[in-house]
């Protein structure tokens, strides 16, 4: 046996030792999967019973692997202040955007198919939170999404800069999506606001789906 064949043996071994190693590494990350999971989901479910709780809402305990129902909801809303021109602007941090606001059902279409659950309860100031509740308080869906009344507008100082700063839209018109169950009879927005160590939920309105 010359050289070239002791070395080509070699490489086999070392290769074969490798792709014994890398699957017994993924067969370990797959058993540890499932206990990863749950205790993401207690996580969570203890954070949204937190949350919530400053709310007046209950979060019961609910397994992650439940079925959804295979339609959901879309509504579309109007959302604002019907007394002010829909390109009116108020600073994002003035008092008036903590004001609750009426919204308003335009069209409200069923639709095949599940949607996503979130994964983390990761808030921010500039995304408003959506709670599902029943009519007893019980929490059966929520979600996260951008502020829709939010605006950038840079505006120049006295002394000639240019200063970016967040601005809310008086009146807006968003869609909004969430399962088509029977027991959800009102969606109730809002807005997270940092307590400077958590965020608070401050209401914003409430829409009756039912």
């Not at 207690?42 to 709310?55: C, D, G, I, P």
């Not at 809303?77 to 606001?101: F, I, V, Y």
Request: net charge neutral; charged share 25%.
């Amino acid at each position: 046996m010359n050289f070239s064949s002791v070395a080509t043996i070699a490489n086999l071994k070392w290769l074969l030792l490798a792709a014994s190693i890398l699957c017994s590494f993924t067969l370990v990350q797959g058993q540890r999967t499932p206990v990863q999971k749950n205790k993401s989901e207690t996580l969570l479910q203890e954070q949204l019973q937190k949350l919530m709780s400053r709310v007046g809402v209950d979060v019961p305990q609910v397994d992650g692997r439940t079925d959804q129902p295979q339609t959901y909801r879309e509504l579309k809303l109007r959302w604002g202040d019907s007394t002010k021109s829909s390109t009116e602007l108020r600073r994002a941090n003035s008092e008036e955007q903590a004001q609750p606001q009426s919204a308003s059902i335009v069209e409200d279409k069923k639709r095949s198919g599940t949607l996503p659950r979130h994964r983390s309860l990761e808030l921010s100031s500039t995304d408003i939170f959506i709670a599902a509740v029943d009519a007893t308080n019980q929490l059966r869906w929520w979600s996260i999404m951008p502020d829709p009344r939010l605006v950038r507008a840079e505006t120049q100082t006295p002394t000639g800069e240019l200063r970016g700063e967040n601005y809310y839209v008086s009146n807006v018109t968003l869609v909004v999506a969430f399962p088509d169950d029977p027991e959800i009879a009102n969606l109730r927005f809002y807005h997270p606001v940092w307590n400077g160590t958590a965020f608070d939920l401050k209401p914003l309105t409430l829409v009756p789906t039912r």
